[in-house]
């Protein structure tokens, strides 16, 4: 059979829909002309009154449903009449024999608003209701014909739900010999909470930044009784029983070979020297992304931003680390007598040059470093089978004329003494100038990141806590925090439910031995885990 051109099917369907048109007009021009007729008989009263109203107010119904038709049709005779006239490239393709393969017609149930893609949530529970019409004198259900079913959504939220489960213990004796049942584990000793309720603890007061007074008002509007000490002993103990997994991520973390290293502080209420009160003071968190891994480990040494925590942290490390510009950062990456290549945040230099608002060689230098991410965005490893010796490759390309342009430039502002030596913009140049070395070396390789952008996202679940909560009542509360923000924001860059995980390994946890070694619960570290229980 030969096919008929999009044009052309178009011209055919056009001209049905005005034929309809003038059908439907002759039909509702006979209809409005029998209502007419019947209201001049109603008039001279001939017939029966109660049959001729019947008859108008049938009539009348069946030219409402004519003149809607009508309106309907002429929408589609509109757009028919709109797509001839404004011929698509695909339209204009068939016309001149160049016809592209016919893409697989898309559900338009897929598609929302502004012709978005639906979330069409496959994932979730869902229970399925058949609705009938209603039960009506006039209208016999079981004499009827089904035509069609239309589905229609409605999602429902359900609250909190708390279960108490109770374990009627059996014991038998026999011979001598009593047994009994197994009771479920539970992750702390002598406790009757489940991991399934500290894992819910945990994730609203680590992941979702609430205040352990909040949750427990949560609790108790949803039924559940407890007070904020209870629910703080459940976090507190439940983290003392995950430090052997913390330091198997220590460990586990400093086997990457490219590190995103960053710190922010967190308030902290601490005694008061000489004195019974206590102040609050700043206490600084650093943070260690395992890149390749895809883990993130939080720590904390009595709050101290000295450099010597990094040193420590990093001593025997071999490989990238890459942060912004603070002095034990660089002092690490310019020490000769290890094997750490530190490169620089493009970002946080760019800030710098963003503070001198207004300042003309300041919006220059932003644009230089704006060609840096216009070029990287050209292409992503992974997409289009890009690899990283193309990307390497192609930053070999494009980086140095741009690298070279920005030392120029740089050299020139250095130069200017017609701007404030210590205003913004030779701030910014200064500490670009600082970092130019190290810049060159986020190019020699296809996978370095411009930014440290990755770590400081993450940096934002302690900013949140910050707000919420306002303080860590002591050192060790602080430890504890970096303990279970290091495991949920690791759930979190794995992508899995930091909920299953922790109620999952609070319970297996118990499987390990009391003594044994750190590297027993690499099984349990969010990336192991999600190997073994997401499909």
Same mark, same amino acid.
């Given at each position: 059979?030969?096919?008929?051109?999009?044009?052309?099917?178009?011209?055919?369907?056009?001209?049905?829909?005005?034929?309809?048109?003038?059908?439907? @007009?002759?039909?509702?021009?006979?209809?409005?002309?029998?209502?007419?007729?019947?209201?001049?008989?109603?008039?001279?009263?001939?017939?029966?009154?109660?049959?001729?109203?019947?008859?108008?107010? &049938?009539?009348? %119904?069946?030219?409402?449903?004519?003149?809607?038709?009508?309106?309907?049709?002429?929408?589609?005779?509109?757009?028919?009449?709109?797509?001839?006239?404004?011929?698509?490239?695909?339209?204009?393709?068939?016309?001149?024999?160049?016809?592209? /393969? +016919?893409?697989?017609?898309?559900?338009?149930?897929?598609?929302?608003? @502004?012709?978005?893609?639906?979330?069409?949530?496959?994932?979730?529970?869902?229970? *399925?209701?058949?609705?009938? /019409? #209603?039960?009506?004198? #006039?209208?016999?259900?079981?004499?009827?014909?089904?035509?069609?079913?239309?589905?229609?959504?409605?999602?429902?939220?359900?609250?909190?739900?708390?279960?108490?489960?109770?374990?009627?213990?059996?014991?038998?004796?026999?011979?001598?010999?009593?047994?009994?049942?197994?009771?479920?584990?539970?992750?702390?000793?002598?406790?009757?909470?489940?991991? %399934?309720?500290?894992?819910?603890?945990?994730?609203?007061?680590?992941?979702?930044?609430?205040?352990?007074?909040?949750?427990?008002?949560?609790?108790?509007?949803?039924?559940?009784?407890? &007070?904020?000490?209870?629910?703080?002993?459940?976090?507190?103990?439940?983290?003392?029983?995950?430090?052997?997994?913390?330091?198997?991520?220590?460990?586990?973390?400093?086997?990457?070979?490219?590190?995103?290293?960053?710190?922010?502080?967190?308030?902290?209420?601490?005694?008061?020297?000489?004195?019974?009160?206590?102040?609050?003071?700043?206490?600084?968190?650093?943070?260690?992304?395992?890149?390749?891994?895809?883990?993130?480990?939080?720590?904390?040494?009595?709050?101290?931003?000295?450099?010597?925590?990094?040193?420590?942290?990093?001593?025997?490390?071999?490989?990238?680390?890459?942060?912004?510009? =603070?002095?034990?950062?660089?002092?690490?990456?310019?020490?000769?007598?290890?094997?750490?290549?530190?490169?620089?945040?493009?970002?946080?230099?760019?800030?710098?040059?963003?503070?001198?608002?207004? +300042?003309?060689?300041?919006?220059?230098?932003?644009?230089?470093?704006?060609?840096?991410?216009?070029?990287?965005?050209?292409?992503?490893?992974?997409?289009?089978?890009?690899?990283? *010796?193309?990307?390497?490759?192609?930053?070999?390309?494009?980086?140095?004329?741009?690298?070279?342009?920005?030392?120029?430039?740089?050299?020139?502002?250095?130069?200017?003494?017609?701007?404030?030596?210590?205003?913004?913009?030779?701030?910014?140049?200064?500490?670009?100038?600082?970092?130019?070395?190290?810049?060159?070396?986020?190019?020699?390789?296809?996978?370095?990141?411009?930014?440290? @952008?990755?770590?400081?996202?993450?940096?934002?679940?302690?900013?949140?806590?910050?707000? @919420?909560?306002?303080?860590?009542?002591?050192?060790?509360?602080?430890?504890?925090?970096?303990?279970?923000? %290091?495991?949920?924001?690791?759930?979190?860059?794995?992508?899995?439910?930091?909920?299953? =995980?922790?109620?999952?390994?609070?319970?297996?946890?118990?499987?390990?031995?009391?003594?044994?070694?750190?590297?027993?619960?690499?099984?349990?570290? /969010?990336?192991?885990?999600?190997?073994?229980?997401?499909?």
């Amino acid at each position: 059979m030969k096919q008929i051109g999009t044009t052309a099917l178009l011209r055919e369907q056009l001209r049905v829909a005005n034929a309809t048109i003038e059908q439907l @007009n002759l039909t509702i021009r006979d209809l409005r002309q029998t209502v007419e007729d019947l209201r001049k008989r109603l008039q001279e009263k001939d017939g029966k009154l109660e049959e001729v109203l019947e008859s108008v107010k &049938t009539l009348e %119904s069946a030219l409402c449903i004519g003149e809607e038709e009508l309106k309907k049709q002429k929408k589609v005779n509109k757009g028919l009449s709109h797509l001839i006239g404004n011929k698509s490239e695909k339209i204009k393709a068939e016309e001149t024999g160049k016809v592209q /393969p +016919e893409k697989a017609k898309e559900d338009p149930k897929l598609r929302g608003n @502004n012709n978005a893609r639906r979330n069409m949530r496959t994932q979730m529970e869902v229970v *399925e209701h058949d609705v009938y /019409p #209603d039960d009506d004198t #006039d209208f016999d259900l079981s004499k009827a014909r089904e035509i069609r079913v239309r589905d229609s959504i409605r999602y429902e939220f359900v609250p909190a739900k708390f279960l108490k489960h109770v374990y009627h213990l059996h014991y038998y004796e026999k011979d001598g010999k009593i047994v009994s049942g197994s009771l479920p584990m539970a992750p702390l000793q002598n406790s009757s909470f489940d991991g %399934s309720f500290i894992a819910g603890i945990m994730e609203l007061r680590y992941l979702y930044s609430m205040s352990v007074e909040r949750i427990t008002a949560y609790f108790n509007a949803h039924g559940f009784e407890i &007070t904020k000490a209870t629910a703080n002993g459940l976090l507190v103990k439940s983290a003392g029983t995950l430090e052997k997994l913390h330091e198997c991520l220590r460990h586990t973390v400093l086997t990457d070979s490219y590190l995103g290293l960053d710190e922010t502080y967190m308030k902290v209420m601490l005694p008061e020297a000489g004195k019974s009160g206590k102040h609050i003071r700043k206490g600084y968190i650093w943070t260690a992304i395992a890149r390749t891994l895809g883990l993130v480990y939080y720590f904390y040494e009595d709050g101290t931003r000295s450099g010597d925590v990094i040193e420590k942290m990093l001593k025997g490390y071999s490989g990238t680390i890459q942060s912004d510009g =603070y002095k034990p950062y660089r002092i690490i990456g310019k020490d000769c007598t290890n094997n750490i290549l530190r490169i620089p945040c493009l970002q946080h230099i760019k800030r710098k040059f963003l503070d001198a608002e207004g +300042e003309a060689d300041a919006d220059l230098m932003t644009g230089i470093i704006n060609e840096f991410y216009s070029n990287e965005h050209r292409h992503k490893i992974g997409e289009d089978g890009w690899t990283e *010796e193309e990307n390497l490759r192609w930053r070999q390309k494009y980086a140095p004329p741009i690298l070279r342009k920005a030392q120029q430039e740089l050299k020139r502002i250095l130069r200017r003494t017609d701007v404030d030596p210590d205003g913004f913009l030779i701030h910014a140049a200064k500490y670009m100038n600082n970092e130019m070395d190290a810049i060159w070396d986020i190019f020699s390789n296809g996978t370095y990141e411009l930014d440290n @952008n990755l770590v400081e996202r993450y940096n934002r679940y302690i900013s949140l806590s910050r707000r @919420n909560s306002l303080f860590f009542g002591s050192h060790v509360g602080a430890e504890r925090g970096a303990i279970l923000y %290091s495991l949920a924001c690791s759930c979190r860059m794995q992508g899995i439910n930091f909920f299953n =995980y922790i109620s999952d390994v609070l319970n297996k946890r118990l499987t390990i031995p009391d003594g044994a070694d750190w590297k027993a619960y690499r099984n349990l570290l /969010p990336d192991a885990w999600k190997a073994q229980n997401v499909p």
